[in-house]
């Protein structure tokens, strides 16, 4: 079977015809050497050792072995012939390409038998010779050999080196993040215990205690109203912070994702807002200013609008005066604006305790869409009393109408 010689690189093929071009241009102007060993061979001779080297040339990163030894014989046939410069130093070429580009044996072969060839021809024209020419031909053959190897041994341990290094910065990357991945996979079990042991456990306490509370006291009122608003808050607290604690946990992404709240449970919202401020005076309205043809929203414009209206109620249950707290949806071309008005002034009974979480939260949502937020305390329009006014405008630019 014909022996199938890989394709060559196309740096090699470059390398070759500009060898064997400029070898063309030197015979052409008659700079070559003519040995005198075999006369009978014509001048055009010359260019067959300088075709057969431009030919190792292609095989130089591909099959180096073949490269070489082709190059051996060829070099030898050159300097019978007659000499090109030019072939000369493509056989240097081979046998850099060889230790640099071949096996680890040739690496270590093509050196040693660089050298121990060079001594040999040395020390055999030495004594034929016995001048000072004999020293010169040990200096040019070790010109072609010993010199190309070496830079080809340098060149090559300063890429193994490179290599290592890039395999150890991997190797250390890798590392780096399966420890990141690690501290962050301890966390979120570390949360989801604490979430577990100690707000679940407060709500599933205030979901029974309710329930019981229920089912002792019968009598129709706004204590039984209030009860039955605690028990459903509660217990649909618990199912989300159930939720959230196995998205904690699922470490993998296989939990399947909770359906995100739109503005059309706004109604519901105020609704249970109605029932826990009816005892302290408050009422709860909705004033929806959209366009009845206005597109849909996306889900990330609608789960910010409706988390932040919802942190608003629930701040005006804790914070806000007796009085109508008012939400106010406007939509245009361009943004969706929320804004949420309560009474401020003095309540009877205590405060709920607050730590400005929510205002923060309500800030980062309106945020991360490219939009603004604005809270705190405005003159009221209809009345000497003030107001305090939440306002978020929410792009459509920042993933805001459903495509």
Known sequence: MPLALPRPHP???????????????????????????????????????????????????TAPAVAIITGVVALTADMVIG??????????DVVYAAVLYGP????????????????????????????????????????????????????????DTADAATLRAEQTTLLAELDRQQAVTAERARMARELHDMVANHLSAIAIHSTAALSIDKREGPARDALGVIRENSVQGLSEMRRLIGLLRDTEGDAAPAAAPTLKALDALLEHARVGGAESGQSFALRDDRPHDAPPLSTPVELAAYR????????????????????????????????????????????????????????????????????????????????????????????????
């Open 104 to 159: 680890k044996r040739m690496t270590r072969s093509v050196p040693a038998v660089s050298i121990v060839v060079t001594t040999a021809i040395t020390i055999t024209l030495a004594l034929t010779q016995r001048n000072a020419q004999a020293l010169s031909g040990g200096l040019i053959c070790a010109l072609i050999s010993v010199a190309p190897a070496w830079s080809g041994i340098i060149v090559r341990q300063h890429r």
């Open 11 to 61: 740096v090699d093929v470059r390398i070759a015809a500009a060898g064997l071009l400029g070898g063309l241009v030197m015979w052409s102007f008659g700079l070559y050497t003519h040995s005198g060993r075999a006369p009978q061979v014509p001048a055009w001779g010359t260019l067959l050792p300088l075709a057969v080297m431009a030919g190792c040339e292609l095989l130089r990163r």
């Open 308 to 403: 932040i209206v919802q942190e608003s109620l629930t701040n005006a249950l804790k914070h806000a005066a007796p009085g109508e707290v008012l939400v106010v949806l406007e939509q245009d071309e361009r943004a969706l604006t929320g804004t949420v008005s309560s009474p401020f002034g003095d309540r009877d009974g205590p405060r709920a305790p607050g730590s400005g979480s929510g205002l923060i939260g309500m800030r980062e949502r309106a945020e991360l869409l490219g939009g603004s937020f604005e809270a705190g305390l405005e003159q009221a329009a209809d009345s000497d009393g003030k107001v305090w006014r939440v306002r978020a405008v929410l792009p459509f630019d920042g993933g805001g109408r459903a495509e």
């Open 83 to 92: 000499s090109l410069l030019v072939t000369v130093l493509m056989f240097t």
